[in-house]
Nanobody
Framework: QVQLVESGGGLVQAGGSLRLSCAAS????????MGWYRQAPGKQRELVATITGGRRTDYADSVKGRFTISRDNIKNTVTLQMNSLRPEDTAVYYCNGQTRFYNPEREYWGQGTQVTVSS
């Protein structure tokens, strides 16, 4: 019974901030690389940010300098702090977890949380 549950989405004005959280259960969290993806209507899901168990991070060019991904291996959570939001950031944001040595049978997704940025 693996679950990734996102929270924190909502409506925010351009230039504002939002913090997304993902709570994981049913996995050995520390061995999983975690990430945030997003999908806008009619578009493919795209990578936003990733963080390894050792806290190495990577970001899409479109969010560098604005978003920060972090993790808490005690609480089994991963967070995406989003600042200076733009209308083009509007999407459903998904939490992802996968083992370091990729195994599609050990990749999990949350249900998604809607982020809407108004002009």
């Amino acid at each position: 019974q693996v679950q990734l549950v996102e929270s924190g989405g909502g409506l925010v004005q351009a230039g504002g901030s939002l913090r997304l959280s993902c709570a994981a259960s049913g996995i050995v969290f520390s061995v999983y690389n975690m990430g945030w993806y997003r999908q806008a209507p009619g578009k493919q899901r795209e990578l936003v940010a990733t963080i390894t168990g050792g806290r190495r991070t990577d970001y899409a060019d479109s969010v560098k300098g604005r978003f920060t991904i972090s993790r808490d291996n005690i609480k089994n959570t991963v967070t995406l702090q989003m600042n200076s939001l733009r209308p083009e950031d509007t999407a459903v944001y998904y939490c992802n977890g996968q083992t370091r040595f990729y195994n599609p049978e050990r990749e999990y997704w949350g249900q998604g949380t809607q982020v809407t940025v108004s002009s």
